[in-house]
């Protein structure tokens, strides 16, 4: 072979060798087209303008979306034109199993189950959407347990701790005697073992934030003020997130319940203990 003929040759493998390297990436393309995904979005807490724009993104790449009644209703402009289903209240937890029957969510579940991996399967993008951070306090987090083995991705939102922190105004962190902060919801489940957990994280002297919704509030007064003086400062967030109804009610562990005069709180509200807030 003369070395024209080893050039020519030399040319012909090294164009081969391109034209298989870009045609690679359109191959994993095609793959990753075919491969469908499972996303847990959160669409933020409060008014709707609390969802970030990856969850807005999400949302419009999906093909199939569930989501609670009051979710789907509260975002009907953005999730027009989806195919839409119910994602239940706690399914895949025991929290599904505290409202209703065994058996009702075991048939949901298997409903669901069935939807999601079919769907999967097929190529197509399944989001199922949830309030706040559901990785801090939300209903849905079951679907990642439940569907691990789909690697689901997690799109984080404003939690209500996010929102409260903003109409609080304050640095959880720079308290007087404390720069730690324990998120907990410990004080909103029954039970002694509960109790229990309360009083030891309240040891630490930390800042505390209850996620309590439906807990007694003296109880909770009673168990704090065991660990912390009774002059330590406490916040009360309602409704945060929303713009119209938010409400910051302040206090000392001494004067609270005096101050919230037995009316029941709302069920979405936070509650602050620290010294932080002096």
């Known amino acids: 072979?003369?070395?024209?003929?080893c050039r020519r040759a030399a040319a012909i493998g090294v164009l081969t060798i391109l034209c298989a390297l870009l045609a690679a990436p359109l191959a994993w393309a095609d793959d990753d087209r075919k491969r469908g995904q499972l996303y847990l979005v959160s669409l933020g807490i409060g008014d709707p303008d609390n969802i970030t724009v990856r969850a807005q993104k999400t949302i419009a790449g999906a093909d199939i979306v569930l989501g609670m009644e009051?979710?789907?209703e509260q975002y009907g402009e953005l999730l027009r034109g989806k195919d839409l289903h119910e994602a239940?209240?706690?399914?895949?937890?025991?929290?599904?199993?505290?409202?209703?029957?065994?058996?009702t969510i075991a048939a949901q579940e298997a409903q669901v189950r069935r939807l999601v991996r079919e769907a999967v399967a097929a190529g197509k993008r399944v989001a199922v959407i949830d309030y706040g951070d559901p990785t801090i306090y939300g209903p849905q987090i079951g679907y990642l347990r439940e569907f691990a083995d789909l690697d689901p991705v997690v799109v984080?939102?404003?939690?209500s701790f996010n929102a409260a922190n903003a109409a609080l105004g304050r640095s959880l962190t720079d308290g007087d005697g404390s720069r730690s902060v324990i998120l907990t919801a410990a004080a909103g489940r029954r039970g002694e073992g509960s109790r229990d957990t309360l009083e030891k994280l309240a040891e630490t002297r930390s800042t505390l934030v209850l996620f309590t919704m439906?807990?007694?509030l003296p109880e909770v007064i009673e168990q704090l003020r065991r660990q912390y003086p009774g002059e330590t400062p406490i916040a009360?967030?309602?409704?945060?997130g929303y713009a119209e109804r938010e409400q910051v009610l302040t206090a000392t562990l001494d004067t609270i319940l005096e101050r919230v005069g037995g009316a029941d709180l709302p069920f979405e509200h936070l509650i602050y203990v620290g010294d932080f807030l002096r």
């Not at 072979?1 to 003929?5: A, F």
């Not at 009360?236 to 945060?240: G, M």
Request: no cysteine.
């Open 1 to 5: 072979m003369n070395r024209v003929s």
């Open 70 to 72: 009051r979710l789907r």
């Open 88 to 103: 239940g209240h706690g399914l895949f937890r025991p929290l599904g199993r505290r409202a209703r029957d065994g058996e």
């Open 156 to 159: 984080p939102g404003i939690s």
């Open 214 to 216: 439906r807990s007694q």
């Open 236 to 240: 009360i967030v309602s409704h945060a």
